[in-house]
Each structure stands twice: as structure tokens, then as C-alpha cells.
């Protein structure tokens, strides 16, 4: 078998990478992986040096944009799992043009070459961001879409483009919504990452507005299973929402964050709230527990605990990813 998987140097990507090449997931038990990444800011060699010189991953360069090269790619591939996007908020809503040409003229690209290729299937990687801000209760598959930021509003759309070349071509193509996804090797931008990586730092660390803001917690491994279980068994055309079933306000997740590290509320910088900053996400996965057989398994507190280790541990790994100037995050 033969296994694309498009943006496999970043976090969720190269997790997935590293779960199918060391054997975790018995469907995909022998299969030869292909990596296409662009190794900007947040794809990293470092992410797949625990498989170095394995004989079942290939690392290949390139964008998701070019089509000759998509072309060449999907030729042969039995399952395309699309993880490339941009997908920092912050940087978004500085910046929306990169998100447009990775997230939807990307996604269509690839969508377009597994078509003509005949891959046996594909699934999109998406985010529960594009349903915008819930009050209270839970999204089910069929909520309509209200994007709130730029990137939600690109993977929305990179969304409709996935399903409608099932509909229009008949690609077997399943999309996953994960919520708010962490644990090792995650670009230090993100929330988790980036208030650990100052902390040890000896940095304040930024936290919007009241910080009542509110966010479902999903453990990469659960996320990266989750996607497995669908590229498995989920129904060509459809759906699949992959949760944590953690929901925490960002002032409680930096209170727990903070009794890990072994700091107080005086490393807290309380900053002005963030343009258009969705109040809560919450997803219903009764349609992948049914359909996929997805649970999450990581408590969140051993996940949390494993991933602040990690950061503590691996400062060669990160650290080198701290970019003067760039964006804290918020979310």
C-alpha cells in the first residue's frame, strides 16, 4: 500500500507519519509513506527524525499547489491523507493570502490529481473552527458552516471543495473535523506549546481578554487514530467529527499548565482580545463513535502531563522553531 500524506512534516501530519510507519494502526500495517511538505516555518525534519533512514517513508519537498508534481505524486497511491494547511489563526488575520493558496487552491489541486490518478481514497484533514462559535450544546456534521477568522473560512472552503469532488467525480473522499489538537512536537505558536515553551523561558505568556473562552482538548495520538479509523472505514462523501471530550476555558487550562511548571499568575499577561476570537467550540462525535469505532482514549491530564515533559526534555527540538517576532497565540 501506498500512502500519501500531504503537509507530514508538521504536527498532526508527521504524528500520523509516525503511528503508520512503526506500525499502529493494523490497516495500514506494511504500508510505504510518502511525506510531501513545504518545511516552512512550522514543517520540520525534526518531527520525522525518530524514523531516519527507515526504509518505509519517502520525504519529498514541494507544494501542495504545483500540479505536475500532484500529479506525479498521486500516481499509484492507494490513500491520500491531506494534512498540509496554514493554520495559525493569528497569522491570518495579519495575512490572509497564504491561507487562500495553501488551504483552498492546494486543496483543490490535490483533489484534482487523486481524481485523475484514481486514488482509492482520501481523506481531508479539516478543523472544528469552521462552524464559528457555538453558546452552548454541541455541532453535529450537518450544522451549517459560519467561519469566523480567515483560516476558518479557507478550510470551510477547502471542506466544500473535498466533498463536492466526491459528489461531482465520485472521489472517495471522507473529511474529519478534530477540535483543538495537542501533544509533542507542535510548532511553539499554538496555545499549549507556546505558554510551556515561555515559561521555561522565563517569559510572561499571553492569555485574550478574560479568558473565558472556551475549547474542546484532543490529544494528537486520539486525532491521528481517529483519521486512521476513517481513512478505515468511513463513507466515501462524508463527515467525520474527531473530539477530545475535555472542555476547558483558557483561564482553567492556564491555571493547570502553570501548577505543571511550577509558576504562578504573575508569568500571565492578560492582553487585549483577539478580532472576531470565536467564544467556544464543542463537537458531537456520536456519528464517528457509531460509524469509525473513535473514543478518545488520552485523559487529558496524562496528555497534558506527557506533553509538558516532552517540552521540558526536547529543548533542542523546539527551541531552534522560536522565531523572533512571531505571532504569540492566544487561542
Known amino acids: 500500500m501506498r500512502v500519501v500524506v500531504t ?3 508538521g504536527f498532526i501530519g508527521s504524528h500520523f507519519v509516525r503511528q503508520v510507519v512503526t506500525g499502529a494502526y493494523p490497516s495500514l500495517a506494511g ?4 511525506v510531501l511538505d513545504r518545511f516552512t516555518y512550522a514543517g520540520r525534519m525534526a518531527n520525522l527524525a525518530p ?10 519537498e514541494g507544494d501542495v499547489c504545483d500540479d505536475p508534481l500532484a500529479a506525479r505524486l498521486l500516481c499509484g497511491a ?28 492546494g486543496t483543490e489541486t490535490l483533489l484534482r490529481a487523486a481524481t485523475e490518478a484514481g486514488v482509492g481514497r482520501f481523506v481531508h484533514v479539516s478543523t472544528d473552527e469552521v462552524y464559528g462559535s457555538i453558546a452552548q450544546g454541541t455541532w453535529t456534521e450537518d450544522t451549517p458552516l459560519r467561519p469566523s477568522s480567515p483560516y476558518s473560512a479557507s478550510k470551510a472552503s477547502a471542506d466544500l471543495l473535498a466533498l463536492s469532488y466526491h459528489r461531482t467525480h465520485g ?6 473535523r478534530g477540535s483543538n489538537t495537542y501533544g509533542p512536537y507542535q510548532y511553539p505558536e499554538k496555545l499549549i506549546p507556546r505558554f510551556v515553551t ?10 485574550y481578554g478574560d479568558g473565558r473562552n472556551r475549547r474542546d482538548w484532543l490529544h494528537v495520538d486520539d486525532h491521528c487514530r481517529g483519521i486512521a479509523l476513517a481513512a478505515e472505514h468511513g463513507r466515501p462523501g462524508e463527515i467525520y467529527h474527531i473530539g477530545g471530550g475535555t472542555e476547558l476555558s483558557n483561564r482553567s487550562l492556564t491555571a493547570l499548565l502553570l501548577a505543571h511548571l511550577d509558576a504562578d499568575w504573575s508569568a500571565v499577561e492578560c492582553v487585549p482580545d483577539r478580532p472576531g476570537h470565536d467564544f467556544r467550540y464543542a ?4 456519528k464517528a463513535t457509531a460509524e469509525l469505532g473513535y473514543r478518545p482514549r488520552v485523559p487529558f491530564e496524562e496528555g497534558l502531563a ?14 531552534p522553531a522560536q522565531e523572533p517576532g512571531s505571532p504569540d497565540c492566544r487561542r
Open 171 to 176: 472521489l472517495p473522499v471522507c473529511v474529519t
Open 306 to 319: 506527557d506533553t509538558v515533559r516532552w517540552y521540558t526534555r526536547n529543548r533542542v527540538v523546539w527551541q
Open 198 to 207: 515561555r515559561i521555561l523561558d522565563g517569559e510572561k505568556v499571553p492569555l
Open 283 to 286: 463537537l458531537d462525535i456520536s
Open 51 to 60: 524514523l531516519s533512514g527507515h526504509s518505509s517513508l519517502t520525504v519529498m
Open 31 to 34: 504500508a510505504h509513506v510518502v
Open 7 to 9: 503537509g507530514g512534516a
Open 78 to 105: 492507494d490513500l491520500v491523507v491531506h494534512c498540509a494547511a496554514e493554520t495559525h489563526v493569528d497569522r491570518s488575520v495579519r495575512d490572509s493570502s497564504p491561507f487562500v493558496r495553501t488551504n483552498v487552491v
